[in-house]
């Protein structure tokens, strides 16, 4: 049995993510912007079968481990919490990237742009972390099948994430052209996703373990 405040609590940290620069994003606004929609959303499927190699692969090995040291949970939330940290520095350090400043890509067929997004989304230290020491802290051992929370927990990260990326694929164009000639949008577009990471990071940290769920 999942908890609503443990969906509600991975699709807050989930949209956190996905609305922070990264390569998923990276990639998929680029080839947006100079192959078209088609691409991005071609690109976007292979990144969502990441997402699924992820899945399934995080939970069949958590679901072992867990049962066997409880314990780790707490390290885990840690970890999970410090990479929060990084990840909001990188974002509002100076000098910092927006998402959205985004180059130009010579054209793909379509199988590479599948292959290429798969491999984007497999090689991302991001949804790695997120899958191993972000999500996993939101599992509470006493609500049940342990594999069931983390397939349900995951799932709902890749909804979140695969429907901002899609409304981000669908107007990458207009966006980058829009911000690309406003810098204090850009500025803003940064502060805003890296305070948001801060404060997962830190509600993260000082949660006591399985208040999440």
């Given at each position: 049995m999942v908890e609503q405040t443990a969906v509600l609590s991975v699709a807050s940290v989930g949209l956190g993510m996905v609305l922070s620069p990264g390569?998923?994003?990276?990639?998929?606004i680029s080839r947006s912007t100079s192959q078209g929609r088609r691409a991005g959303i071609i690109s976007l499927a292979g990144v969502a079968a990441g997402f699924l190699v992820y899945l399934v692969g995080a939970n069949l090995g958590l679901a072992v481990l867990f049962a066997a040291l409880p314990?780790?949970?707490?390290?885990?939330r840690v970890a999970g919490a410090l990479y929060l940290l990084w990840l909001a520095w990188q974002t509002l350090k100076p000098g910092g990237m927006s998402v959205f400043a985004s180059k130009d890509v010579p054209p793909e067929?379509?199988?590479?742009?599948?292959?290429?997004?798969l491999m984007t989304n497999l090689l991302n230290p991001k949804i790695a972390l997120l899958y191993v020491a972000v999500i996993p802290q939101f599992i509470a051992l006493d609500q049940?099948?342990?594999?069931?929370?983390?397939?349900?927990?995951?799932?709902?990260?890749?909804?979140?994430?695969?429907?901002?990326?899609?409304?981000?694929?669908?107007?990458?164009?207009?966006?980058?052209?829009?911000?690309?000639?406003?810098?204090?949008?850009?500025?803003?577009?940064?502060?805003?996703?890296?305070?948001?990471?801060?404060?997962?990071?830190?509600?993260?940290?000082?949660?006591?373990?399985?208040?999440?769920?």
């Open positions: 390569p998923n994003m990276m990639y998929l314990g780790l949970l707490t390290v885990i067929p379509p199988r590479r742009l599948f292959l290429m997004g049940g099948n342990v594999l069931l929370q983390g397939t349900v927990l995951g799932c709902v990260q890749i909804a979140v994430a695969l429907l901002v990326n899609l409304a981000i694929v669908l107007a990458a164009g207009g966006i980058a052209g829009f911000l690309a000639v406003r810098p204090t949008w850009l500025r803003a577009q940064r502060l805003v996703m890296g305070s948001l990471l801060a404060v997962l990071a830190i509600t993260l940290a000082v949660m006591p373990q399985g208040a999440a769920s």
